[in-house]
């Protein structure tokens, strides 16, 4: 009966096929997402750009790269998730607010609020014919909200 293999092995053994510039390249392809610069930093010698283009095509049609990308990609795909993006957006808040930066601070807190439905961007869609007198009443409407006076006042009060 035939040992068990386990996945990491089965991925060590199927990049063995790949050249040592292809494992380079491939490597640099997986971090820039270029295929003309991964071809340049794996050592492949050009005269021109074109020339490393076309190695970067040749290196990317090749079924053990495109394999390997393939799974890179399903690999990222499982590890990106809401929770992740939220953790990830309140520890560059609070890193950007301990440096000074409170842009960036603030910028972080807003997407992980819209992350949580806190603030939804509004949009009126309307479908059917407009004319005049309906665009005029829209208007008007909007200037009455625009009006209206602004609560700023926290309704908690410490009684």
């Not at 890193?95 to 806190?118: H, V, Y």
Request: proline fraction near 3%.
């Amino acid at each position: 009966m035939a040992k068990p293999i386990s996945l990491e092995t089965r991925q060590r053994q199927s990049r063995v096929h790949l050249t040592r510039k292809q494992l380079k390249f491939f490597e640099e392809y997986a971090h820039l997402g270029n295929g003309t610069e991964a071809a340049r930093r794996a050592g492949y010698s050009a005269s021109s750009d074109d020339v490393l283009a076309h190695q970067a095509t040749e290196n990317l049609r090749k079924p053990l790269v495109k394999a390997e990308l393939a799974r890179i990609d399903a690999e990222m795909a499982v590890r990106i998730t809401p929770q992740r993006v939220q953790q990830r957006l309140h520890d560059i808040s609070h890193n950007a607010e301990a440096a000074g930066q409170f842009g960036p601070a603030c910028r972080a807190e807003e997407l992980l609020g819209k992350s949580i439905g806190m603030w939804i961007d509004q949009s009126l869609r309307v479908s059917g014919v407009l004319n005049d007198s309906h665009v005029t009443a829209l208007i008007e409407l909007a200037r009455k909200r625009q009006a209206e006076p602004v609560d700023l006042t926290d309704e908690e009060t410490d009684g």
